[in-house]
């Protein structure tokens, strides 16, 4: 069972990125699948989630109108398109599986409700 996440990378203010985390190992249709970021010296703090049970999206305050969560169910990937970048979104952004389940993207925000976990991938914003 493997989470991997790609797309990070440097970006100016203002600019867009999209994340991708493939699976493998199990399909991710499954279950929720979350979107955390981790930034230096801070706690993680949970992004967004996009649930099994119907495809709501959920967001954290901060990225609201500014993220979206997606998921290609063909692909087995889930995506975040960030947009309108911010100094503030830079950190290491990681896709998570909540436990098996968990069909509404309950706790969310709380890395406890996750079973599974990728490697991460940074994301920058500078001028």
């Known amino acids: 069972v493997q989470l991997v996440e790609s797309g990070g990378g440097l970006v100016q203010p203002g600019g867009s990125l999209r994340l991708s985390c493939a699976a493998s190992?199990?399909?991710?249709?499954?279950?929720?699948i979350g979107w955390f970021r981790q930034a230096p010296g801070k706690e993680r703090e949970g992004v967004s989630c996009i649930s099994r049970s119907d495809g709501n999206t959920y967001y954290a305050d901060s990225v609201k109108g500014r993220f979206t969560i997606s998921r290609d169910n063909a692909k087995n990937t889930v995506y975040l398109q960030m947009d309108s970048l911010k100094l503030e979104d830079t950190a290491v952004y990681y896709c998570?599986?909540?436990?098996?389940?968990?069909?509404?993207?309950?706790?969310?925000?709380?890395?406890?409700?996750?079973?599974?976990w990728g490697q991460g991938t940074p994301v920058t914003v500078s001028s």
């Open positions: 190992g199990f399909t991710l249709d499954y279950y929720s």
């Open positions: 998570a599986a909540l436990a098996f389940g968990n069909y509404y993207c309950s706790g969310y925000q709380r890395a406890s409700s996750y079973s599974h």
